[in-house]
């Protein structure tokens, strides 16, 4: 499985994004999708994930209210809705895949994608 983000770029404080990541590999719909993010000078930390029927959706507490994760198996994308974004959520994103149960753990990921910036000017 092939990832590609995109979607990242410069917003002021409360505006919205909306982040895809179109997969490659004909098995997309048996993976469950993850959104991870990494600042500078930090560790990568979970954001988001789905899993593969897309029936199950886990959050950061950091996020929880304000994203939505999604996904349309017939486009091989799956999608991170961020509204009423933050400075602390400045960050390069990533998307990954992995098959089986949707996990918070980034190690526990096989695939993931180039990474998309997201800077949340105050």
């Known amino acids: 499985v092939q990832l590609q983000a995109s979607g990242g770029g410069l917003v002021q404080a409360g505006g919205s994004l909306r982040l895809s990541c179109a997969a490659s590999g004909r098995t997309f719909s048996s993976y469950a999708m993850g959104w991870f993010r990494q600042a500078p000078g930090k560790e990568r930390e979970f954001v988001a994930a789905?899993?593969?029927?897309?029936?199950?959706?886990f959050y950061a507490d950091s996020v929880k209210g304000r994203f939505t994760i999604s996904r349309d198996n017939a486009k091989n994308t799956n999608y991170l809705q961020m509204n009423s974004l933050k400075p602390e959520d400045t960050a390069v994103y990533y998307c990954?895949?992995?098959?089986?149960?949707?996990?918070?753990?980034?190690?526990?990921?096989?695939?993931w994608g180039q990474g998309t910036q997201v800077t949340v000017s105050s």
């Open positions: 990954s895949a992995r098959r089986g149960t949707v996990v918070a753990a980034p190690g526990q990921y096989d695939y």
């Open positions: 789905i899993s593969w029927s897309g029936g199950s959706r």
